[in-house]
């Protein structure tokens, strides 16, 4: 009788067999060994929930680790395994209170690991720069499942709603659904639609089949994925559907996000690394969302008014460890409510430490009315422009300078100015303040400086000698209109003015104007402004050139930036609902413009009539999150959306001063009333709020990094960095496998031919250089593992012969246990070999095991590990292969140890034994240790000891 089944039954139960196993995904390369993708551990780390899904069809919902290139180190996701087939990770959940900023809220820790219940109320959400890292290097309009949230429709979380929809247009992410991003389908509860509308308001019905993500008075300004007005909640904490508007109206119901990225690892191309390793990265110097705690600030309003051109805090001006702030304040304070001698009488002009925010006391000048310009001369001077008649009691009219120490006039800049228009009613306005070169440069509204009895006409542009205070009477940029900014260009060729005039002299100069710092003031290049409205709304407030582009902003909402070459137009962003922009201020790498905006900006746009949040025939890029500051990339002019902080101003007028400190904070003031911390609190501010700026700078470097590799298991060791608080990133051939704090990394699936790397990241988007490559010197095997059973003989009677260390010797008598042998210690002792209390311990302690090896010749090498606690002699299959802490010579039961390390120390200096090859045979193989004690009443003794064969 056959007892193989015939070729067709095989083939059958083959197939069956395929079908029980899951499919896990093996990619390797010729550098690296095959890895298993499963999502199961950081090395194994799969592109997308869908790839792990594809691989494990079994798989169930839970924490995965993900990475792409973009992604750049492996984290810890949640993925849906079971909804529509599975492969969904979650992007951000919560109930009310989401945010719709950049910067998102949380950790992927903290998103992953809380995703439903009461205590995922709270939102969670990745930031826009992690869910673009899942997405990788793909656009999110090309996701063929769209955005999906999944939303409970009752207070219980016991009944749910399934809502899809797909984007129009849309490359990155934006959490600012608010804007109105236009969405070309949407299904809700399976109900389907195909007509065009947007993320801001979007449903079948004006209940639960709608969603709503605007905030309004309505819904009390709730953020969250909204019902309609007809969806009805409580404002029970423990609510699943919450709402504190009037009839439990627009209820914020508890919902999940989840994207769906169809990505396999093999469709993603990660950047080859060199033996050199990589290079350093570093983040944008961009400000923090959250202010930094306030002391002292401005308040009340002076004689300029209340107006949004009177706000109490508009110029900023630093020498050394001083700011100044400029505006139309009457009174400097510590603290809401502050009273006596935390809220003192001191208008237009005050001084605080730059580091602190404190009031500086001893700064103490006199104005009769507000400040709009500040700028430092040479020798620590200031130089102080504005709308006021007299300073320290003498008359100053528009501009002063004064001791940055002691606020006293300097005398040699005793010039004033006036303003000879009829119409104007003689008001004088300095609004704008740079220095070049041997110059002060000087906008505004007036037409002459004079000086005794000499007049220099200058029509709302002149420039004054630093050396004497006198104007230049060659140089006059005829401006008819009233400069609002002046900025001097980098190479000091040009002086750079905006405002409302369209000519200089009878040359045409649109609200923006290049003159040339030469002997006269000619327009140095034509420069026509592109304006976002055909109406009459076309004034510029704020210009600040930053590199090779030079920013323009003003009315209508505009922020655009030209080339300094050419003055062709580089970028464009608008703001909406909101105002216009007021004020620019900058680093090197980042812009910040000011506004009295407070809901959206949108990019790549110059066309603010008609702009408005719901439209979906859209002419824009992007649109993220304003309030009141926003941030744009100074190199290519795009948006940073991770920069919108939570704030309150007076009636809305936002800012209108801007200063990048010495130290990266970003100064920020207008009609400021309160601003929310980094901490989440909010914080009564006055006029101005600091914004400290984010980490910019690499972490210092690991270095001396080793490898081993044991049964395909990597163990990568490096000296740490010189910065604290940092995670290292272990990196096989092309890609990260492992994060730890500490120094050393277990890495699976790995061989001899993988490079490793390792790098510091401070969580916030810098890392150090790698270290150069390292590859482990050989493999090994495990032959002896820890934790191995010995036989074992501690007796003070017993005297063995010579052959107990042999092979051949029986030692079925002698009591066994796993190693660790011995007693007391701070190491884990696994079998305790003490003798009773009351005994005498013998000195020397026996210990044997075997170990196999089927075929010596396929290793080049056996390495033995041990330690000596106190001393030890080693035999393998009879001959001595090491002894560490034991005389030279015969060796007895009552030889002594010549050291006493504690088991702790012993532990830390392991002792290794490469032992003879021809010592090894096939088959069975002995070990023999005898170990000495230093002296009887020794706290601790020990052992423990691995072999491992090398190929």
Known sequence: MNATPPRSLRRLLLALLLIAIPAVTLVGSPAQSAVVIDGSAADRAAASCWEIKQNVPNAPDGRYWLITPQLQAPAQFYCDMTTDGGGW???????????????????????????????????????????????????????????????????????????????KTRDRWSWAFGAGHPI????????????????????TNSGERRVTTYESSQSSYVRGFNFGQDGIGTNSASSFVYSTAS??????????????????????????????????????????????????????TGAAGTGELATEAQAFAQVGNTMFVGGNFTTVQKGAGATGADKVTQSYLAAFDATTGDWISSFRPTFDNQVKALTVLPGNKLAVGGDFTTVNGTARRGLAVLSSSTGELDPTWDSTFENRIASSGGKVSVRGLDTSGSHLYVGGMFTHVVRGTSAVYGRNGVRLSLATGRADGGWNPDLNGTV???????????????????????????????????????????????????????????????GDKVWLGGSEHSMFSYDTSTFALKSSSITSAGGDMQAIGANDKVVYGGCHCGDWNYQDTTVWDGLAAGQTNIK????????????????????????????????????????????????????????????????????????????????????????????????????????????????????????????????????????????????????SASTN????????????????????????????????????????????????????????????????????????????TTFNVSDPATFTGFLLTTRADDGLVVYVNGTEVKRVNLPTGTITRTTFATAAPSTASAIANPVTVQIPTNLIQAGSNSIAVEVHSNYRGTPNSSLEATIEGQR
């Not at 719709?100 to 992953?112: E, I, L, P």
């Not at 070309?184 to 449903?203: A, I, V």
């Not at 080859?272 to 983040?283: E, K």
């Not at 990260?736 to 790098?759: E, L």
């Open 89 to 167: 990770v979650l992007v951000g959940r919560g109930r009310d209170g989401w945010m719709w900023d950049g910067n998102g809220k949380g950790t992927t820790d903290q998103v992953s690991s809380t995703v439903t219940g009461t205590g995922a109320f709270s939102p969670r959400q990745l930031s826009n720069s992690v869910i673009d890292g899942l997405l990788g290097g793909r656009r999110l309009d090309s996701l063929p499942d769209g955005v999906r949230l999944r939303r409970a429709t009752n207070a219980a979380g016991s009944n749910w709603q399934e809502v899809r929809f797909n984007f």
């Open 184 to 203: 070309t389908s949407f299904s809700m509860d399976g109900s389907s639609s195909s007509s065009l509308t947007t993320t801001r308001d979007f449903g």
């Open 247 to 300: 009839g439990g109206r627009y209820a914020s119901p508890f919902t999940q996000v989840f994207i769906r990225p169809k990505i396999k690892t093999s469709d993603v191309t990660y950047a080859a690394i060199p033996d050199s390793g990589t290079n350093a990265q570093t983040a944008l110097p961009v400000a923090k969302n959250g202010a930094l705690p306030t002391t002292w600030g401005v308040t009340g």
């Open 484 to 546: 609002d900014a002046v900025d001097v260009s980098d190479d000091n060729t040009r002086a750079y003015f905006a405002g409302y005039f369209t000519k200089a002299g009878s040359a045409t100069a649109d609200r923006a104007a290049a003159v040339s710092t030469g002997a006269t003031a000619t327009l140095a290049s034509p420069w026509q402004p592109t304006f976002s409205t055909s109406g009459t709304k076309k004034y510029q407030q704020a210009l600040k050139q930053v």
């Open 620 to 767: 824009w890029s992007q649109g993220d999150k304003i309030m009141f500051v926003g941030a744009w990339r100074a190199d290519n002019g795009n948006y940073i959306p991770e920069f919108a902080p939570q704030w309150k101003a007076r009636t809305g007028y936002g800012a209108w001063g801007l200063k990048v400190a010495n130290d990266g904070t970003l100064w920020a003031g207008g009609s400021f009333t309160s601003a929310v911390r980094e901490n989440g609190a909010n914080q009564w501010v006055g006029g101005f709020a600091r914004f400290g700026v984010r980490p910019h700078t690499a972490p210092g470097a690991p270095s001396s990094p080793s490898v081993s590799l044991v049964n395909g298991k990597a163990t990568v060791k490096w000296t740490a960095g010189s910065t604290s608080g940092v995670t290292y990133e272990v990196i096989r051939n092309d890609r990260v496998v492992a994060t730890t704090t500490g120094t050393s990394a277990t890495v699976n699936d790995s061989t001899t031919d993988d490079r490793f790397f390792v790098r510091a990241s401070d969580g916030q988007g810098n890392r």
């Open 773 to 848: 490559s390292v590859k482990a010197a050989a493999e090994a095997t495990t032959i002896l593992a820890t934790g191995s059973t010995w036989r074992y003989l501690f007796d003070n009677n017993v005297t063995l012969g010579a052959t107990w260390k042999d092979a051949s010797f029986d030692d079925s008598t002698w009591k066994s246990g796993p190693a660790a042998l011995g007693w007391g210690g701070s190491g884990p002792i696994a079998t305790n070999i003490d003798v009773a209390a009351g005994q005498t311990r013998a000195i020397t302690s026996y210990h044997r």
